[in-house]
């Protein structure tokens, strides 16, 4: 489910889309830069799209909303989450392993089943309009998503597939997959990471069979919506799937992170379940937020044909449990080809227990930008995909530093400090100089902004 994600803001350059008929099958076959007299073109943006994106078999009509950019289109399919002894692939087969040793149907057969190869390519109508978000809701904004055109996107989240794997008659279930967001830059956050979903839907005799005197408890009323329930469930009901909720989840981190684990749980709110909660765990005595989870809304599970039953819905992020669980400092590790990163994960079990040794600690280098922004629109999310855009990962961290507006022309100005430091090499002041060069040139043409370099 979405959940905890926020949805983060995104930017569209006319200069960063797709070159002309891209095929992409994990990694475009074919691309081409901007190039200026000053800056190398290894590091200018994407020239103007064509008409066509054809990405894992399919084609797709650019327009308008078309934003995706080669950088991350080169990510799909790449599915790290499904590459055996990668740290991602080891969380997946430990939660794998768990749901199936003590989650067993009637005849003893797993009763969760496991989707980790489902497309990241969804309609619109997957990622919203099945999940019941308003078609006003923020998290829609073109801003905030990689579209491949108006009706279809990468996935922002992997409830996506809630509606289509409820509708096929599923009643429990996980869904692993990467998935698509613009994001702040910084070592715990990328554009692509990787999200579990689990879903849980209950009969009437299935909720209340093990409760003493059940018989009379009902699934459903007419009743009123609080902050405790829906309209349409009795508290009964509620209640029940949420403490199944919440035992379940409190098990899983348990037996990931081991005893003694602390656990709390934070109300909040998410569009397509309510109650909704997050829950943090006491990990070397600091709270971090780790999955969000609730009831599912009704009107969700009536529309996928399950109007008899009544369910939960968590989401997971595999990046997050495997940076605490292992200790990895920087999200972009991820990603890493280093054979010192890979062999590190490579053992007899999947629940060996791994501490990550560091790789050298290279230096890192740290440019700051100026710049007036435009009279229009701007956003922030603009300008940090530009930045990742052109610098990939030799981006750690980009923080806005200074904000300043002038007292007679009202002009505003921003001031980044962008730091570069590459995971598994020391960088030079010169070639970070010809990317910092290639961000400031690329953010007067793409942003319309006023340098101030």
């Not at 005197?213 to 349409?232: I, N, P, S, V, Y």
Request: hydrophobic share 35%.
């Amino acid at each position: 489910m979405a959940m905890l994600w926020k949805f983060m803001r995104v930017a569209k350059y006319s200069k960063t889309a797709l070159s002309p008929k891209v095929k992409v099958r994990g990694i475009p076959t074919h691309s081409r830069h901007s190039s200026s007299k000053s800056v190398p073109s290894d590091f200018a943006a994407s020239a103007p799209c064509s008409s066509t994106v054809e990405l894992l078999g399919k084609s797709y009509p650019q327009d308008d909303y078309s934003n995706v950019t080669e950088k991350i289109l080169s990510k799909v399919g790449k599915n790290l989450h499904n590459r055996k002894h990668h740290p991602l692939w080891l969380i997946k087969e430990q939660v794998k392993e768990h749901f199936y040793k003590h989650y067993l149907g009637r005849r003893g057969t797993p009763l969760f089943s496991v989707y980790d190869a489902l497309s990241p390519v969804v309609t619109v109508q997957q990622n919203f309009d099945s999940l019941l978000i308003p078609q006003n809701h923020a998290s829609r904004r073109k801003e905030d998503n990689y579209y491949l055109n108006r009706d279809h996107m990468l996935r922002a989240h992997t409830s996506a597939h809630q509606w289509d794997l409820i509708h096929s008659g599923l009643d429990a279930f996980l869904a692993v997959g990467d998935v698509y967001r613009r994001d702040t830059i910084d070592n715990t956050h990328y554009p692509v990471f990787h999200q579990m979903e689990g879903v849980r839907l209950f009969s009437c005799h299935e909720l209340f069979s093990s409760i003493k005197d059940g018989e009379g408890l009902q699934l459903f009323e007419q009743g009123h919506r609080t902050a405790h329930k829906q309209e349409c469930h009795t508290m009964e009901a509620v209640r029940l799937v949420e403490f199944n909720l919440k035992q379940v989840l409190t098990k899983l981190m348990t037996h990931i992170f081991g005893d003694g684990l602390q656990v709390r749980w934070v109300d909040c709110y998410f569009p397509f379940t309510h109650p909704s909660f997050e829950m943090e765990i006491n990990f070397q005595g600091e709270w971090m937020e780790v999955l969000g989870c609730g009831v599912m809304e009704q009107q969700l599970v009536n529309s996928a044909g399950a109007q008899d039953k009544i369910g939960w819905a968590f989401g997971l992020g595999l990046e997050r449990l495997a940076m605490i669980l292992y200790d990895i400092p920087d999200i972009r590790l991820f990603w890493s080809e280093d054979e010192r990163f890979l062999k590190q994960f490579i053992g007899p079990y999947i629940w060996q227990k791994i501490k990550f040794q560091p790789l050298s600690r290279y230096p890192p280098l740290i440019n700051d930008i100026s710049f007036w922004l435009p009279s229009e629109t701007y956003s922030q999310n603009d300008f940090y995909d530009l930045v990742r855009t052109i610098g990939g990962d030799l981006i750690e961290k980009v923080v806005l530093l200074d904000e300043f507006a002038h007292p007679k022309t009202k002009k505003v100005s921003h001031c980044y400090r962008i730091t570069y430091r590459h995971p598994e090499r020391t960088l030079t002041q010169d070639e970070v100089h010809r990317i910092h060069r290639a961000i400031e040139e690329s953010a007067v043409r793409e942003l319309g902004v006023e340098g101030r370099f």
